[in-house]
């Protein structure tokens, strides 16, 4: 049987939106083709973020790289071939016969970043300067108005029409919602 050497971490590409899936057969393929000693940590890389979506806050899992996992290997022939037939995995980034390596430090940082993504990260920002919001919540509830200014602090202005003037109101992105 082949000694395992030093793992290195390889990018995997995967059908869109089925990361989570190629990540789970591949483990299970690793342990039905007794390979588990050439195999570290798959990762599919993503955090919890609070999205408003039509006027309710909801969390969502967003992926970094969509498309996309991270596996920890020793690359070999008989690796190689669990992988590449895997369900839902298309291919190694870089090629069959050149496939990209990332350095550790790059994935020990998306660990952390995973890890405190959800504390970091407030809102995800879905609007841009001029569309027409609804402001959801707070005393100009139903008052319609266009987004004139998003901050990084996660306020929006937003320039509402009062007695026929437009009056800017600095407001959360959970405050509003698409028109």
Request: aromatic fraction near 10%.
């Amino acid at each position: 049987m082949e000694q395992a050497t030093e793992r290195r971490w390889y990018v995997v590409h995967t059908y869109s939106n089925y990361e989570n899936k190629a990540k789970l057969s591949l483990q299970e393929r690793v342990k039905q083709y007794k390979c588990e000693e050439f195999f570290g940590d798959v990762l599919v890389p993503s955090e919890t973020i609070s999205q408003m979506s039509q006027g309710v806050k909801r969390k969502v899992n967003r992926k970094f790289f969509p498309g996309y996992m991270l596996v920890q290997m020793v690359l070999n022939d008989r690796t190689w071939h669990v992988v590449m037939d895997t369900p839902k995995v298309t291919g190694f980034v870089g090629g069959k016969d050149n496939p990209s390596t990332i350095p550790e430090q790059e994935v020990d940082d998306l660990k952390v970043q995973m890890e405190d993504g959800g504390k970091t990260k407030g809102f995800r920002c879905e609007y841009a300067v001029g569309d027409s919001v609804l402001v959801a919540d707070g005393p100009f509830q139903n008052f319609t108005g266009i987004v004139d200014d998003i901050s990084e602090k996660g306020k929006v202005r937003v320039l509402v029409s009062i007695f026929g003037r437009s009056t800017p109101v600095e407001l959360g992105f959970e405050q509003l919602s698409k028109k």
